[in-house]
């Protein structure tokens, strides 16, 4: 049956079909107070919301693990990811361990953790959460933030992190 015709496929139809649509792969990290542990994620759902005042958007995962932690450290980063950044956004994204083993990495000022080699970051205190189906759409105020170099983005593509062609 074509996907065109209905939703009868259920999630993996809608994830083939929402597959088709590329996106920008973020890095959402924190690092806890107390201990200086760092906690991680990426996000291909990251958005701005607002300029004024300056809100921008991602979508986590009810079964995220890493999500209480990065939240219960305040203050959090998001690194834009270039396309020389897919083994750290491939590390980020699974489940437990130490993600940030052996990856390069700077501190905000606030001290959240930026992925090094990213091609821009924001510092950010989250605003607001919304629950949304699996997920919970997270709305983050953003209090710093730098561009740090020019280059490709790392895209994420029908299910698999890309590049760009031109």
């Known amino acids: ?66 999500w209480p932690r990065i939240r219960a450290a305040g203050m959090l980063a998001i690194s834009i990811l270039s396309a020389q950044q897919r083994e750290a956004a491939t590390r980020l994204a699974v489940s437990g361990g130490d993600k940030f083993r ?8 606030g001290g959240a953790p930026i992925l090094d080699g990213a091609l821009a970051w924001l510092e950010c205190e989250v605003e607001a959460e919304h629950p949304a189906g699996d997920h919970v759409i997270v ?23 890309e590049r760009l062609s031109r």
């Open 1 to 66: 049956m074509s996907e065109a015709l209905a939703l009868e496929g259920g999630s993996r139809c809608l994830r083939s079909v929402l597959g088709r649509f590329a996106t920008g792969v973020v890095a959402v990290t924190g690092r806890e107070a107390e201990t200086g542990e760092r906690a991680g994620l990426v996000a291909n759902s990251f958005c701005s919301v607002s300029l004024d005042p300056p809100l921008v958007s991602f979508c986590v995962a009810h079964t995220s693990t890493s």
């Open 139 to 161: 709305v983050a105020r953003v209090l710093r933030l730098d561009a740090l170099r020019e280059g490709e983005p790392l895209l994420f593509f029908r299910g698999a992190f």
């Open 102 to 109: 052996g990856l390069p990495w700077l501190t905000s000022p």
